[in-house]
Structures are given as C-alpha cells and as structure tokens.
T-cell receptor, first 117, second 110 residues
C-alpha cells in the first residue's frame, strides 16, 4: 500500500514561469490537504480538497495559486508566474476521513521542494 | 486562531538519555494531536496520534501525553539512539486543519 506520492521531488523554475505540483493520495483516501513550509518556518495550511471540491482555501494566496482534485487523477497545486518568495517545500497530505470526524489522521508525502531562480 | 509552540527549539543529548519534548497550544477545542518526525530534506512521518479524549499514547520507546484543558502535550523518547536525531513536530487538529509548531531539533550524540 503505497503512501502519499508527490512529484516532482525537486522543481526549479525561473521567475515568471509556472509550477505544477502533483499529489496522489493513499489508496482509499478522498481528502487532500496542501501545506507549505517556508525556510526556517513551520508548516502552514494552504488548502483542503475533496474529490472535485475545494472545501477551504483560506491559507492559499489569492493570486497566482490554485488547486484542484479532479474525479480522476492526482491533486494539482499550480503556481503561476512564480517569484523568489514562492521557494519552499510543499507538502501534500491525505486522509480517509475529513471534516467533522475527530479520528482523522493525516499522512504526508515526501514533499516537493520548489526553487525559484 | 490556533498557536502552537514547541520548547526547546533544539536539544542535544548523549546516547541513552531520555528525551522530553514539549508542545503547547492556545485553543483547547482540538480533535486530536499528532507528533511527527522530519528528517532533513524529507517528508513527515507520523509517530503518534492522540485523540482529544485520550490522555496518552505509546508506541515502542515513544510515549506522548495530552492535557487538553491546559493546552499541553509532551513526547517522551526513552533510551535515545543516534538514529533518533531529527526534527520533531507537534500538530494539533481543529476539525480538518492541522496547526504545526516550529519543531524541536534533536541531536543524539554517540
């Protein structure tokens, strides 16, 4: 039973390019979360998705960032026109249960380390 | 807004010593609390999950306690080994959202 799979593991983009980060949740998990870890900072919540729905995107910058979790395929975090401040580690997590359930346990992927040059 | 604090920020101990890592949080209305381990450049490995109704959870040499009313959790690692060297993160869950502390970086000297 594979864990949460993220790719690529490392991504280098020039300023102004687009970055696409992919996340395949664990088998049987329909809840996906994205977190960002800036250098020397803790992990911060960005967005919570269920299949085809964005439940909470309150932690995501309003501009340039978007996320989706289609009916088929992985969840995608998309950053348009990247800037140096977007350089960070982006972690995806998945869970079998989600909103409103106390026993929810999140399992994290290895992360994608984005470097903007 | 949930604030999570971990003390100390860093810890260095000789092999065999017991480790005590502290976590405090401001909003006691949590669903559960997870302790994670993060190795440099790697992902997060879940160590223990404590439900809000539980007082402690144990796995091997690891034991975590939870005092929800006072907003505190402690992770104990018995008989530390060099392989325990890593950053340990505390995360509290309010509904679906995890709030993380900045972590405690542990170095176990051989």
């Amino acid at each position: 039973n594979a864990g949460v799979m993220q790719n690529p593991r490392h991504l280098v983009r020039r300023r102004g390019q687009e970055a696409r980060l992919r996340c395949s949740p664990m088998k049987g998990h329909s809840h996906v979360y994205w977190y960002r870890q800036l250098p020397e900072e803790g992990l911060k919540f960005m967005v919570y998705l269920q299949k085809e729905n964005i439940i909470d995107e309150s932690g995501m910058p309003k501009e340039r960032f978007s996320a989706e979790f289609p009916k088929e395929g992985p969840s995608i975090l998309r950053i348009q026109q990247v800037v140096r401040g977007d350089s960070a580690a982006y972690f995806c997590a998945s869970s079998r249960t989600g909103q409103g359930y106390e026993g929810t346990e999140a399992f994290f992927g290895q992360g994608t380390r984005l470097t903007v040059v | 807004k949930q604030e999570v604090t971990q003390i100390p920020a860093a810890l260095s101990v000789p092999e065999g010593e017991n480790l005590v890592l502290n976590c405090s949080f401001t909003d006691s209305a949590i669903y559960n609390l997870q302790w994670f381990r993060q190795d440099p450049g790697k992902g997060l490995t879940s160590l223990l999950l404590i439900q809000s109704s539980q007082r402690e959870q144990t796995s091997g040499r690891l034991n975590a306690s939870l005092d929800k009313s006072s907003g505190r959790s402690t992770l104990y690692i018995a008989a530390s080994q060099p392989g325990d060297s890593a950053t340990y993160l505390c995360a509290v869950r309010n509904d679906y959202k995890l709030s993380f502390g900045a972590g405690t970086t542990v170095t176990v000297r051989a």
